[in-house]
């Protein structure tokens, strides 16, 4: 849907109205034929047509294109009044920056930041709400450090919440020492394969000593007998 005219200062040419609704070109789209369309009237009257709802000519979404230059330029030099003037907003702008006054408007609607707060309230308001807001939080005034909300100051208990706070840190203090009992455990058993592959090593190396020795001595005996042999002859 396009602006409401009523909201323009002066005059609005008529090539700058959408065909279909009538009202001044939001996001403009242009057929071959030179009408043109807000983008969501178009787009949601070719779900059911394929033709141009102004002359009837074949028309579909890959033809449409974006507004002549000069258009283009005319429709964003249109002065409009702010969309909150019923609430007291009295500033007139351009087309071309009308989108980022509202966004900072102080009498546009905006959301109470407190969570789970179902108030809408005017930007100017914002502070004055907070101040009483049901929502808010605060620290606790008896020093046990919780952060409540308004609503739950009658329930709220600092024993029990420093109680159940401290049960929590004891269960991520156990976690903890599990976790690095666990991690423990695991490098001894590490380290206690490391060593008994180690020692496999040794005693295999030993062994392959006592053989090699044997063999030494046994070669050792046998030339000396001959050496005797020898002699006697």
Known sequence: MGYDIERFVGYVNEGLLCCICRDVLED??????????????????????????EDRQALDMSVLRHL???????????????????????????????????????????????AGCPVQIERRNLDSHLAVCEYRSRECPNGCGYTILRAEDTQHNCVAELR????????????RVEEAKHEMESRLDSQRRHMVQKESLLQNEIEELKYRTKRKTRQGGDGSAVMRMWTWT
């Not at 034929?33 to 059911?48: D, K, P, Q, R, Y």
């Not at 159940?164 to 976690?175: H, K």
């Open 164 to 175: 159940t706070e401290l049960e929590l840190l004891r269960s991520e203090m156990i976690c």
């Open 28 to 53: 403009p789209l242009q057929a071959p034929c030179e009408h043109a369309f807000c983008t969501a009237c178009i787009h949601g009257w070719l779900v059911h047509h394929n033709n141009c709802p």
């Open 68 to 114: 002549y230059r000069y258009m283009k330029n005319d429709l964003n030099r249109l002065q409009l009044h702010c969309k909150n003037g019923e609430r007291g907003c009295e500033m007139v702008c351009s087309l071309e920056s009308i989108d980022r006054h509202e966004r900072e408007c102080e009498y546009s609607q905006i959301p109470c930041s407190n």
